[in-house]
């Protein structure tokens, strides 16, 4: 049942017919959002097999993520009746990966080689700094990154790049001896993948020619977004004979912060003597309201090549635009109007909900979990995972209990106290033969110490904490763990550690979203809470990190960045926090043509709609643990009045939600109290005991008694009737 090429082509315009039956020539689709450019290559690669011009071995098909790969690779499976395994089909690094793991040898790599992303590349440059004795404060780590990959983007090596003064012949030495250190561990980092790629190609011709001879058809999505090693690769590979099929869309350019060229397209037209450039102007995915948005913010822009989309889809519904009253009511009336969707029957995974920056998503995230929506995050790490949280939730472990082993091991030398692994070992061994925790011998062996370095001061340092975070609330309990155990400084001594910082914060945001939601709720008929809200809040940490997220098959909100919505498309979009600095990302202000690249990601997001699309903001928002008051952006300003709906009135909301209070600084409570340590009770039904901890305030306030016989309990006062004696 093989579709016959007519019945390939039937259903595309002019255009669209023109780009897929050029002929063996090179050739640039230039083309707005949702104009098939896609469809048009997927349909190219059909159609060129089909009519019996290549086979599929003879195609090599570079996309942006591997997602888009598989789907490409799927729907040419439905297309054609044949087998088309022997196509290669994935994004640079995929592919790059693919022929390195075929030649390692010619590039000196073992079979086994790894590849480090990003976090384990920082780690490597610290590591091999320190071997240097490179001061960090001079040569911030992450600028050391980012230098060693844009060389390597550009295709240099470090005896290539040129250094003009001691500092920059410093950094080039830095990035001999990681690129040594990286040879010796048998790893490559992202940038690596390319350019032994590219070296192996240069290097030896007949591999190259080899290649050559296969690949006769290049094709390329997104090449707009394409850097210059990425260029210089594919000329490589095309050779003087081969043809590279490019289709891009300039006003999605939106990686230029990581070395993409729009100039690309431009050296493009004139290395490769582009005859045909075949434009777009159809746009088959969007509605006009939701299309005419998209090209009024976009023509904001000056530096574009010029194009406009219209539909024939019909105006549709019009953009929906929601003012919440803080970040909180953002996120409730999100999962509402989602769970209202869903009820009527659209699937979740038709339903997108994008964010400018990831720190967004832990509210979002928050409410969605609360709600039981299965969702799925891409890109990125869950907030619960990242690196700095899990060492801030670590402290707090060992706060609620000093035994967790891990929790200890996490954090005994983070930030670094001079516990060495020799220390370690004993340690362990010391456990071992008492038969007990870690934190117990610990305390066995430490003396009385000052909280500070070495294993006495971590003794010292989390029994302070211990003994501090007494009478706190749960956000007050955070603050303290992430200040006394000395992960802010840490993170403030490092140049680059404000958005660990920032993550940190959000922490703090989160003890308080949750301390307002939960408390009181896990109350007995005699008082008793289960458990302390620090241990409540642990749990569900941990319970949220991973398991929550909604497994592959099943049908999931989709959550993501606007970068990672790239070439995606759904039936409905939320687009959050669409507010002065955050989106326009602040930093954009301080980068040549930053505004223009947001305008762009606007572009980009407003585009990934079919049907439906709401755009909201807050009034005030938690960030960095203090209470910002947002203004709406100026892209909402740029789409004409008459294509929007506004869902509530400005200003007048005032609605019960909590709303959240900036971080207090840490306060004891009040002296006159009847609730102090020590304190002798009683209970009706527990009998006499001793208040050993307490937490909370006024009217929340909770205690920790130890009642002897009845054991130790947790009694939220306002039920608990409790005697003082
Ligand atoms: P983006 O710039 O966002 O990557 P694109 O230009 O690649 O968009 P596609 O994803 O290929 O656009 O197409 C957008 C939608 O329009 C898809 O659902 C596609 O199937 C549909 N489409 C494209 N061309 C046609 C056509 N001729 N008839 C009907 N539907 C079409
Ligand atoms: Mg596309």
Redesign the pocket.
Known sequence: NSTAPTLLLA???DK?LEAVTLPHQSALIL?G???????VLTTRIAWLIQTGQVSPHGILSVTFTNKAAKEMLTRLGAMLPINIRGMWAGTFHGLCNRLLRAHHREVNLPATFQILDTADQLSAIKRIMKVMNVDDEKFPPKQVLGYINSCKEEGLRAYAVESYDSHSQRMREIFEEYDKQCQREGVVDFAELLLRCYELLSNNASIREHYQHRFRYILVDEFQDTNRLQYLWLRLLAGSDNCIFAVG?DD?SIYAFRGARVGNMRDFEHDFNVQNIVKLEQN??SHSNILDAANAIIMHNRNRLGKNLWTSAGKGEPIRVYEGYNDKDEAVFIVDEIKALHAEGMELGQIALLYRSNAQSRILEHELFSAGLPYRVYGGLRFFERAEVKHALAYLRLIASGDDDTALLRVINFPTRGIGARSLEQLQELARQQDSSLWQAACTKAGDGKPGRGLDGFVALIKQMQEESIGLTLPEQVELATRLSGLRDHYAADKEGEDRIANLDELVNAAIAFNNQEIGMQVDENGEVAMSILAQFLAHASLESGEHQADAGRDALQLMTVHAAK?L?FNTVFISGVEEGLFPHEQSSFEANGLEEERRLMYVAV?RARQRLYLSFAQSRMLHGQVRYGIPSRFLDEIPEELTKRLNSIGSKSNGYNQPVPVAPVARPQANMPWKIGQAVAHSKFGQGVVVNYEGNANDLRVQVNFGKAGMKWLALEYAKLETL
């Open positions: 259903g595309l315009n669209q083309a959002a949702g104009s098939g450019k896609t469809r869309d999605q088959y995915r070439g498309e585009t």
